[in-house]
């Protein structure tokens, strides 16, 4: 009885203290992504972390054919982000985003709604916008910039 006890004693706080962390970025193999992408001429800049375990991932057509790509990174427990890039003009409401720094850049963010995180570099627009459907979890702010920053030039071979 007495061990008993002292076991619960002893697992109980570990056990805690492993659920109280935070979920970091995690790497994930980009070659997923590239697999599903039919355009030979593909160079753009992917994201090598992402904040949750990778279960599928979905190339989607750009919104009104506009140049770039569309991708969901859908989550094991119901997470998603959406990347949207694209070399076209991106016009976009800054009312309720705050200014962030992702590495040299200036980016926007908002949690109003799905939590976004817009910027430019380079010419090209990048969106990331997450959703969680069956998860209660929700990525940081700090997260999504980790996820931003990332991002990795790939150029399809």
């Given at each position: 009885m007495m061990k008993r006890a002292l076991m619960t004693l002893l697992i109980v706080p570990l056990l805690i203290?492993?659920?109280n962390q935070s979920s970091d970025v995690q790497d994930y193999n980009v070659s997923k992504?590239?697999?599903k992408i039919e355009d030979e001429n593909?160079?753009?800049a992917l994201p090598t972390q992402l904040p949750f375990k990778l279960d599928l991932i979905q190339v989607k057509?750009?919104?009104k054919?506009?140049?770039g790509h569309f991708i969901e990174y859908i989550g094991k427990q119901g997470q998603m982000i959406e990347l949207f890039v694209t070399t076209s003009e991106v016009n976009f409401n800054k009312e309720n985003f705050s200014e962030v720094s992702i590495i040299d850049q200036k980016g926007w963010y908002t949690e109003q709604g799905p939590?976004?995180?817009a910027w430019?570099?380079?010419n090209t627009h990048y969106k990331l916008s997450y959703y969680s459907f069956k998860s209660d979890k929700d990525v940081t702010k700090e997260q999504m910039v980790q996820v931003a920053e990332s991002l990795e030039f790939i150029?399809?071979?």
């Open positions: 203290s492993c659920s992504v590239l697999n593909f160079n753009s057509p750009t919104p054919g506009q140049p939590q976004i995180l430019k570099q380079n150029k399809k071979k």
